[in-house]
Nanobody
Framework: VQLVESGGGSVQAGGSPRLSCAASGYIYSNNCMGWFRQAPGKEREGVAAVYTFDGSSYFADSVKGRFTLSRDIVKNTLSLQMSSLKAEDTAVYYC??????????WGQGTQVTVS
């Protein structure tokens, strides 16, 4: 499985950028896809994810109400629509995918810098 992220870059506080992730290769029917981020000097944290085994989704408390996910099953893409960005959202954002709830595949990451 390969994951390729796009989007990101430098945005102003309050902006609404969109990150996209395209997955290729073998996609298990029972899978998960999501976004993680790692800010300088901090550990990587989960931002948002969707799980096909029960149709549930997850959003970190810090992004609830500001970030949304959209998934295209046919195209195997997952997009993260961000809004009301804050300086603390600055991080490298990674797309991840896996089986069930185990994220075993990772993209190369895309930088989002909020100023």
């Amino acid at each position: 499985v390969q994951l390729v992220e796009s989007g990101g870059g430098s945005v102003q506080a309050g902006g609404s950028p969109r990150l996209s992730c395209a997955a290729s290769g073998y996609i298990y029917s029972n899978n998960c896809m999501g976004w993680f981020r790692q800010a300088p000097g901090k550990e990587r944290e989960g931002v948002a994810a969707v799980y096909t085994f029960d149709g549930s989704s997850y959003f970190a408390d810090s992004v609830k109400g500001r970030f949304t996910l959209s998934r295209d099953i046919v195209k195997n893409t997952l997009s993260l629509q961000m809004s009301s960005l804050k300086a603390e959202d600055t991080a490298v954002y990674y797309c991840a995918a896996g089986v069930a709830t185990n994220f075993g595949y990772w993209g190369q990451g895309t930088q989002v810098t909020v100023s």
